[in-house]
């Protein structure tokens, strides 16, 4: 998919109308019932209310001014002022309420899809691309927080107001409300041809506004590359058209906009002469009385605006209902499992985890059938260090993926301790195994926070234990220490550093079975020493796998597991192996050439 099709997605979605959309949302918004009952009471009221005055001008002029009771009209003006001044507190009250009870059932939504997303497998990630998953989690949930804001409960209202504005009618007058209604056609003309041209304009509005946001996130991501391959001017050009397309096309929509209130105006005229014209000479020949008359008008006044409302409104409706389906759907997608095999047989504990692995006969596929390891199996005793190694893609970081169950296998058994990986809680299984992953990741925060993971671990022991292990000099190197404050992503800091964090992470961490991804790969010579020696002392009470290219920091393990297509090729010492005469003899060989090269 590329990035054109990855935000159209988002934004094509064609409902106004999904039950069970509307139910789950519902089912957000009576978490606040008390709130939302005080809200349809209010439209109610306020319908009501509204509907009042019209009747009240016209009972004024029948009943007060054209029999002179001067009385009846002022109670009728006071009464008028009085459901007004009513009527205004409860709007008050009303747009409180609503925005409220948004604003909860958004931090709602936000909190619970969140904490969803955080169950979910790694291979979620790897289907979708992060910038997909933050929209749900923010535009998709401010677009349900429109549908309050935007006034939902005000287009309910309006409903409400025609509705009561036609039965007025009729029970006022049943041929003037006939009159009225012979406008309702055109209405509905203007209204669908409007409503749909708006509502594609709209469309495409929000495409190219993702296009924008799309085409900033890469060039500002990429400005390095950017700036050294001097794209600026290109760039710059590129960014006009899809700017320039922008504004053509919200210039577009306010040309509709504009011209539908007047269309509309129009004919709330036309309705407004028509029963001026029959109802006047209804009144000349005493078949109606004004006080009928002016009621009718002032009814016909109101009862535009709430049509105008909703079919403006509409588009925002229509974009909130497909977020919340996006964000309803991501609710549905299924989190990790924590016990594959059901009934745990027994939980491991750090305490008294030995550290003993046993991989019998491993099949395992990141899609379907493409298997990259195959019937693996070996031994690691408790305490036991074991290199793995193999060409890039032999399956060597899918391994420690395996072990840690980042993924699940699709065929044989991962003993820890004789007990089957599958029977045992992931965060137990997480708290007895660490890996010190190729690629770091690092949190905005100071050097403390990213070795302690934001843990409350005194800064004593942080630096107690980092220099036990002789790495103090790395923390030394470091503008401001522990103190010091790492950019996101830790651009600020050289690929060897992060590396030496990650390393500390595991440290303070104290898993009993360590695995090091290629821990050591981009040190200077005198680091790596440092960490080597750091690595000697951390792995000698732990079971530990090492992942690594550079042979050289390999040689003191125990044992070396050589993989090759996602195959277990070899299994020995190093001695053994170079005896062999396979396929690691030859890597070593080639290795040994590259090192004495390198070091001229
Ligand atoms: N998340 C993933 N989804 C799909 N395929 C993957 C994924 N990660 C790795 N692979 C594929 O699995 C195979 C084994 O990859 P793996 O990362 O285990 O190799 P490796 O031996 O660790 O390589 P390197 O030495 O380059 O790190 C490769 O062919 C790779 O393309």
Redesign the pocket.
């Known amino acids: 998919m590329d990035r054109e099709e990855f935000f159209t997605e988002d934004v094509l979605a064609d409902k106004i109308y999904d039950r069970a959309v509307i139910r789950k949302l519902l089912s957000y918004v009576l978490r606040y019932k008390a709130s939302a009952f005080l809200s349809v009471f209010i439209v109610l009221i306020t319908t009501v209310l509204f509907l009042l005055c019209p009747y009240l001008f016209g009972y004024a002029i029948d009943h007060g001014i054209s029999k002179g009771d001067k009385t009846l009209v002022y109670r009728t003006a006071l009464a008028i002022l009085g459901i007004q001044t009513l009527r205004l507190i409860l709007v008050v009250v009303q747009s409180y309420n609503i925005q409220a009870i948004g604003q909860k059932v958004m931090l709602d939504v936000r909190m619970e899809l969140f904490r969803h997303v955080q169950s979910l497998p790694v291979?979620f990630f790897?289907k979708n691309p992060v910038g997909r998953v933050v929209t749900r989690l923010t535009n998709d949930i401010a677009a349900i927080g429109e549908l309050f804001s935007a006034g939902v409960i005000v287009v309910i209202g309006d409903v409400f107001i025609i509705i009561g504005i036609f039965v007025a009618m009729v029970m006022l007058n049943g041929k003037l409300a006939l009159i009225t209604l012979s406008v309702f056609p055109i209405i509905v003309i203007i209204a669908l041809w409007f409503g749909k041209h708006m509502k594609n304009s709209f469309r495409e509005i929000r495409r190219k506004l993702a296009r924008i946001n799309a085409y900033l996130n890469e060039n500002i991501t990429g400005m390095k590359v950017v700036q050294l391959f001097n794209r600026e001017k290109k760039n710059y050009k590129k960014f006009d058209e899809i700017n320039d397309d922008y504004l053509k096309e919200q210039v577009r929509y306010i040309r509709y906009f504009a011209v539908f209130q007047p269309a509309i105006n129009m004919v709330s005229a036309l309705a407004v002469g028509l029963v001026l014209w029959y109802g006047a000479r209804r009144y000349m020949h005493g078949f109606l009385t004004l006080g009928v008359l002016v009621s009718f008008l002032a009814y016909i006044h109101d009862l535009f605006d709430p049509i105008r409302d909703i079919v403006e409104k509409y588009n925002i409706f229509q974009g909130a209902m497909a977020s919340s389906e996006r964000v309803f759907g991501l609710m549905q997608e299924p989190a990790e499992v924590d016990y594959v095999i059901p009934h745990p047989s027994r939980e491991v504990s750090r305490k008294d985890f030995k550290g003993d692995i046993e991989f019998q006969n491993i099949w395992f596929a990141?899609?379907g059938n493409d298997y990259?390891l195959k019937d693996i199996s070996f031994r690691i005793k408790p305490g036991q260090s074991v290199a793995l190694v193999?060409?890039?893609?032999?399956?060597?970081?899918?391994?420690a993926?395996i072990l840690t169950r980042l993924y699940e296998i699709q065929k044989g058994t991962i003993l820890l301790d004789q007990i089957d990986i599958r029977k045992i809680e992931k965060v137990g299984l997480r708290y007895v195994v660490g890996l010190v992953s190729?690629d770091v990741f690092l949190f905005a925060g100071t050097l403390r926070d990213n070795i302690t993971l934001f843990n409350p671990i005194p800064t004593a022991t942080v630096l107690e234990t980092i220099g036990a292990l002789g790495l103090m000099p790395f923390i030394d190197r470091m503008s401001g220490g522990l103190d010091m404050e790492i950019a996101e992503r830790g651009a600020n800091l050289s690929v060897g550093e992060r590396q030496f964090i990650s390393l500390s992470r595991i440290i303070l961490y104290d898993p009993r079975v360590i695995i090091l991804d290629?821990a050591t790969s981009s040190m200077d010579p005198l680091s790596e020493v440092l960490i080597q020696n750091a690595m000697q002392k951390v792995t000698q009470a732990r079971t530990s796998i090492f992942?690594a290219?550079r042979l050289s920091t390999i040689l003191h393990c125990d044992k070396i597991i050589v993989?090759n297509k996602?195959k277990k090729v070899e299994e020995g010492s190093h001695e053994e192996l170079l005896r062999l005469g396979g396929l690691y003899s030859q890597l070593y060989r080639v290795y040994m050439k590259e090192e004495l090269i390198g070091h001229g």
């Open positions: 291979s790897d990141y899609n990259v193999g060409v890039t893609g032999s399956g060597k970081t899918s391994i993926s190729q290629e992942i290219h993989l996602g």
